[in-house]
């Protein structure tokens, strides 16, 4: 599990393609790998990785065809700035939110915009994802956890701070750019236990309704 909070800026150094897989060197930056070990799991962009190799100035970790086929790996370059974070301990502070590093898919930004000090962004999610996107709720951009700020639809708009921009790759997002996105943990448990085929397919009842939520202060 992770936090969405970006601890530093890594650099893709190799990529070497194996039939449908990828295997990655990343040049970790300032993270510190002083605690990582072999099969540990590093968040690369977001997408939760394991450690095959420690390196003096990073790790090297490998990519199944199946997170290749969900995420922008198939499209990175030698040298793009990658977003890390090591995984939660049980003394991690959780400043973002849940993220398992499990990417649904990709969305493409569609518009970029200055307000104030801040970049504010319109992004457009496969229209399967579009129903986990809740005003305030919580999303994961490459691997950064951030609010939801308007949703229209399947477009959505986050509003990057400077020092979030700072810190990971987001400053440099532009309109036609695609992401790695992970939609809320919470929203796919609550879609899976709410849904009636689900439940009979178990042979139970979940007993969990749009009342009960309500009632419970999940909805207005």
């Known amino acids: 599990m992770f936090t969405g909070i970006i601890e530093a800026l890594g650099t893709l150094t190799k990529i070497e ?13 300032k993270l510190d790998l002083g605690d990582v070990k072999l099969g540990d799991s590093i968040a690369t962009n ?70 104030g000090q801040a970049i504010e962004f319109w992004l457009d999610a496969p229209k399967e994802l579009a129903r986990y996107i809740a005003h305030k709720g919580s999303i994961t951009i490459d691997g950064v956890s951030l609010t939801v700020n308007e949703v229209d639809g399947s ?23 695609s992401v790695n996105i992970e939609v809320d943990l919470i929203a796919r448990y609550l879609e ?14 979940s007993g969990v309704t749009m009342e009960l939520l309500a009632k419970s202060g999940f909805m207005r």
Do not use: W
């Open 155 to 177: 477009k959505f708009r986050l509003t990057i701070v400077p020092h979030t921009a700072a810190e990971t790759t987001l400053t440099s997002m532009k309109a036609g750019d």
């Open 17 to 29: 393609r194996q039939s449908n897989d990828i295997r990655l060197t990343v040049d970790s930056g």
């Open 46 to 115: 977001g997408v939760c990785l394991t450690v095959v190799e420690c390196l003096a100035n990073g790790y090297v970790a490998d990519v199944s065809a199946e997170t290749v086929a969900l995420t922008g790996f198939a499209n990175y370059q030698v040298g793009q700035k990658v977003n890390l974070e090591k995984a939660v301990t049980a003394n991690t502070r959780l400043g973002g939110h849940m993220v398992s590093g499990h990417v649904d898919g990709i969305a493409k930004v569609v518009k970029r915009d200055m307000r």
């Open 192 to 205: 899976r236990l709410m849904d009636p085929s689900a439940a009979k397919d178990a042979g139970e009842h």
